[in-house]
């Protein structure tokens, strides 16, 4: 089993609605969690990070955690074409590394 | 935010001859430093982690002879890959972890190596 797990989509969402991003971590002792955006040729931007369970609220994004069911979301509102990449989950691993999940590529169509 | 910046953000050398990349942590301190290397279409690889001051931490399978990691300072690591091979050709990406957010990555504009 792998330790951050993604469909690696491609999503495709018509622009205004909303695109939901889901990760699933098998480590039950993780307690930090991340999305990263990033584009094609271009390295990892940070868009969220969240520790607890429930909801966390930037702008359009809100990310979503649930420990008990190891799971950890993105919802994005509104979406964009700008918004189109490939939306990275992370897990904080031992040693204050991270562990990616391969992405999911979302594709905002106008 | 944290900015990490990386030099250079290209390079093409020949097979056989080594490349040193550098990260620099600009607007803060780095006691923690990590090295992913990326291929095309696929995700990002730890390579290894580098602490300040001392000996960087190596995941398995990657050869720590032929990728020298050295952190000398609290802003500065670099990673030279040694006798490169066209299969090294990839996307090179450092991160660094800010103090007060133990956790958050922020990664450098990485650096695209291109072997002959």
């Known amino acids: 089993q792998k330790e951050v797990e993604q469909n690696s989509g491609p999503l495709s969402v018509p622009e205004g609605a909303i695109a939901s991003l889901n990760c699933t971590y098998s480590?039950?002792?993780?307690?930090?969690f991340f999305w990263y955006r990033q584009y094609s040729g271009k390295s990892p931007e940070l868009i969220m990070s969240?520790?607890?369970?429930g909801d966390k609220e930037d702008g359009r994004f809100t990310a979503q955690l649930n420990k008990a069911s190891q799971y950890v979301s993105l919802l994005i509102r509104d979406s964009q074409p700008s918004d189109s990449a490939t939306y990275l989950c992370?897990?904080?691993?031992?040693?204050?590394?991270?562990?990616f999940g391969a992405g999911t590529r979302l594709t905002v169509k106008p | 935010g944290a900015v990490v910046s990386q030099h250079p953000s290209r390079v093409i050398c020949k097979s056989g001859t080594s490349v040193k990349i550098e990260c620099r942590s600009l607007?803060?301190?780095?006691?923690?430093m990590f090295w992913y290397r990326q291929f095309p279409k696929k995700s990002l690889m730890l390579m290894a982690t580098?602490?300040?001051?001392?000996?960087?931490?190596?995941e398995q399978g990657v050869e720590k002879d032929k990728f020298l990691i050295n952190h000398a300072s609290l802003t500065l690591s670099t990673l030279t890959v040694t006798s490169a091979h066209p299969e090294d050709s990839s996307f090179y990406i450092c991160?660094?972890?800010?103090?007060?957010?133990?956790?958050?990555?922020?990664f450098g504009p990485g650096t695209r190596l291109t072997v002959t």
């Open positions: 991160s660094a972890v800010a103090s007060g957010a133990p956790y958050e990555q922020y």
């Open positions: 607007d803060f301190q780095a006691t923690t």
């Open positions: 992370a897990v904080n691993g031992n040693n204050n590394d991270m562990r």
């Open positions: 480590d039950r002792v993780s307690q930090s």
């Open positions: 580098s602490n300040e001051g001392s000996k960087a931490t190596y």
């Open positions: 969240i520790y607890s369970n």
